[in-house]
């Protein structure tokens, strides 16, 4: 599991 | 999407539109702070700047711009429109300490040191403490309306039930965004005061109303 910033939310 | 998180958006898009309708319909934004409206309307621009350059789906810009919309049209009645009716010498918090704390945190805590990534981590460390120079003007004056009381309800459950989204995404998605996540459980946490007058005393049928 990494942290990942693909900003698909609101 | 899991159910968390689509009805977080629902409760989001709910609380927008309760206020929305309660300044149009009473003509009036008594109080409700314009500053944290403010702050809510940099939260979204500067998050959704990405509306330029990814498209993710059709729900996603849609909700994206309707929240980017209401906030700035919301400022506006603030400001101007029923700009008589707007309770600024209650309204007093100094936002700059919200701000220039979140703005050089987002410099210094990020996942990619970017002009629209910063700019992202900057709208989700402000929204976490957007709601503070209301719920400072509802202490301040020892009371809110009611439909204040359910707007302020919905907008703070938003965030708590994208907390329950994010631990469905760590389990079932191996996905999880550090800087969202703690992000989300401190703005729960400021909610929490008010979270138990709300179901102490609005949801019973009283007025929110504080101890003097």
């Known amino acids: ?10 | 999407m899991n159910i968390f998180r689509f009805l977080g958006d629902i409760s989001h898009l709910s609380a927008i539109i309760i206020l929305l309708l309660k300044i149009w319909k009473s003509r009036s934004c008594a109080g409700i702070s314009g500053k944290s409206q403010l702050l809510f309307a940099i939260v979204f621009t500067t998050r959704y700047l990405d509306l330029f350059t990814n498209f993710i789906s059709f729900y996603n810009t849609s909700m994206k711009v309707v929240y980017v919309a209401s906030s700035y049209a919301t400022v506006w009645m603030i400001y101007s429109k029923f700009k008589a009716t707007y309770d600024g010498n209650h309204d007093t918090f100094r936002v700059e300490f919200l701000i220039v704390p979140t703005a050089i945190l987002s410099f210094l805590v990020n996942h990619d040191f970017t002009p629209l990534e910063i700019l992202w981590t900057f709208s989700i460390y402000l929204e976490s403490v957007a709601i503070l120079p209301q719920l400072f003007m509802v202490s301040k004056t020892g009371e809110a309306e009611t439909i204040t009381s359910h707007y302020l309800f919905a907008l703070g459950i938003y965030r708590t039930l994208y907390l329950f989204n994010w631990i469905w995404r760590y389990q079932f998605e191996e996905f999880f965004d550090l800087i969202a996540i703690v992000a989300g459980l401190v703005q729960t946490v400021l909610y929490c005061d008010f979270f138990y007058l709300y179901i102490t005393k609005v949801l019973k049928g009283k007025k929110l109303s504080l101890p003097a």
């Not at chain 1, 990494?2 to 900003?7: D, F, G």
């Open chain 1, 1 to 10: 599991v990494v942290a990942r910033s693909e900003h698909d939310e609101l």
